[in-house]
């Protein structure tokens, strides 16, 4: 399933290959990175994918006014525990992000830090993606929402190692689909739609509010007169 989430570009002290020169944005890919960090011109630049998901032990979050993303500490992930239900969250969870360095504290395999708590890396934005955003962004097309595939699973990891199964408990939850280079699967918001995509976004919307968006819609007929109105006005 896809999902809107929000893009947003930050500056940044360190090294990246992404920069700023000139209100442009370039990729720098040859030799030493370090290299644009030398040259008072050009800004470093990195970009995130942020949700208003629960922001939890580990996890980065981001203040988009300060421009400022950080770890959560367990007391920062109580202070902020209902953060996400509020309309406009000043901390919003990092789901994705072009930095390389960002690691969670979250189990995996392999390194560890000074506590001994198993190291993964935030999920990763691939660098095809970064170059169709530069190209879109040097056209004066901004970015600022992302579709994100995300996908189901159970919630007891117990039965079927929380694939979705006839056994499963029926408490779905949510999570992002990666690439097994642990990179998200991003598609762009489409703005224009052909006709028969909006004839049929119409008579989805009509089931839903007829119906109860399910196998028990019974007033699925009545929309011929709703066709008939669509074919005359559009």
């Not at 699973?153 to 117990?158: A, H, T």
């Not at 489409?190 to 976004?201: A, D, L, N, Y």
Request: proline share 3%; charged share 25%.
């Amino acid at each position: 399933m896809l999902k809107k989430r929000q893009w947003l570009m930050l500056p940044t002290t360190k090294a990246s290959h992404l920069f700023k020169h000139s209100n442009k944005l370039g990729w720098y890919s040859r030799g030493d990175v370090n290299y644009i960090e030398q040259v008072d011109t050009v800004l470093p630049q990195h970009v995130y994918i942020l949700s208003d998901e629960q922001i939890k032990e580990g996890d980065y979050r981001c203040n988009q006014t300060a421009e400022l993303v950080c770890t959560t500490s367990a007391s920062d992930a109580y202070n902020l525990k209902d953060q996400h239900l509020k309309e406009n969250p000043i901390w919003k969870k990092v789901i994705a992000s072009s930095n390389k360095t960002l690691k969670t504290g979250q189990i995996t395999d392999g390194e560890y830090d000074e506590n001994h708590r198993g190291l993964s890396y935030v999920p990763q934005i691939r660098e095809s993606v970064v170059k169709a955003f530069i190209e879109d962004y040097n056209k004066e097309k901004k970015w600022e929402w992302v579709n994100v595939e995300y996908e189901e699973y159970c919630c007891n990891i117990y039965v079927g190692g929380g694939k979705l199964s006839p056994d499963c408990c029926h408490n779905v939850l949510n999570s992002l689909k990666l690439r097994s280079d642990n990179t998200v699967i991003i598609h762009p918001i489409q703005e224009i739609f052909s006709r028969e995509e909006v004839r049929k976004i119409v008579e989805e919307a009509y089931q839903l509010g007829v119906g109860d968006g399910g196998d028990n819609f019974s007033g699925w007929s009545v929309f011929e007169d709703g066709y008939d109105w669509f074919d005359k006005n559009y």
